[in-house]
């Protein structure tokens, strides 16, 4: 699929520093003349935020692995559709906090319950071949993360299971990365968060030439 934007999502577990370093990429990209859109998943689109209070604050519900899993895929057709490919042809930087990897990572080898084959054909089917052009891989230690997060009383419902749980998705980030090195950048987490984003800056304005994409004229 080609697109005269760039498609960077960012994954990671909880903790490892997603949210922050987009936000300082975006507006250092920003500064230097690049249009950038930032989105997340899930709740990208209005439809999407709906979804997103389900998936992360109800529950009562008892979502079941495959609804689950079917939530956070029509989150993410709603946004490839009225977000992310409308950005893209139009030419933007696109900065996503999490994406498809996520569902591989957390519903695949996080809960194992459902097959990755299976995983993957549902992703495609809601994605139609939107994959990113570069993700990067916020890996650390699952405890680290949590001791970060600034508010644990307040964790939601993914974010309250077991750290085993979260160990898995850490090791399924891992070798969704060693399986396509080339779309994957892994990145040390347990760093001070500054070395992140210059490594993070520097990724990416490589990526941004390699595309020649150029600042716009402001
Ligand atoms: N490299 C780092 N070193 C120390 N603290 C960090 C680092 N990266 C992120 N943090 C802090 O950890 C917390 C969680 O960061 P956040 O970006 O929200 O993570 P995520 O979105 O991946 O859950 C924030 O308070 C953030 O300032
Ligand atoms: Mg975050």
């Not at 993410?76 to 906090?97: E, K, T, Y």
């Not at 097959?115 to 089917?125: G, H, M, V």
């Not at 949590?146 to 644990?152: H, V």
């Amino acid at each position: 699929m080609t697109h005269a934007g760039v498609f960077i999502t960012f994954e990671g577990p909880e903790g490892s520093g997603k949210t922050t370093q987009l936000r300082a990429l975006a507006d250092f990209l920003a500064g230097q003349g690049y249009p950038v859109r930032v989105t997340r998943e899930p709740g990208g689109t209005p439809l999407g935020q709906d979804i997103r209070a389900l998936l992360l604050e109800r529950h009562d519900l008892g979502i079941v692995p495959r609804a689950e899993v079917l939530l956070f895929l029509a989150d993410r057709a709603q946004h490839v559709a009225q977000v992310l490919r409308p950005a893209l042809q139009n030419g933007q930087v696109v900065l996503c906090d999490r994406y498809a990897d996520s569902t591989l990572a957390y519903q695949g080898y996080g809960h194992g319950e459902i097959p990755l084959d299976e995983l993957r054909a549902a992703i495609e089917f809601a994605v139609q071949g939107l994959w990113p052009d570069r993700t990067f891989l916020l890996d650390l230690p699952v405890e680290q993360g949590f001791r970060r997060l600034t508010n644990p009383g307040a964790k939601d419902r993914l974010e309250n299971q077991a750290l085993a749980f979260h160990r898995r998705v850490r090791q399924g980030y891992l070798a969704l990365a060693r399986a396509e090195p080339h779309r994957w950048t892994v990145l040390d987490a347990t760093q001070p968060w500054d070395a992140v984003q210059r490594a993070l800056r520097e990724h990416t304005l490589a990526l941004l030439q390699q595309r020649g994409l150029r600042p716009r004229p402001r």
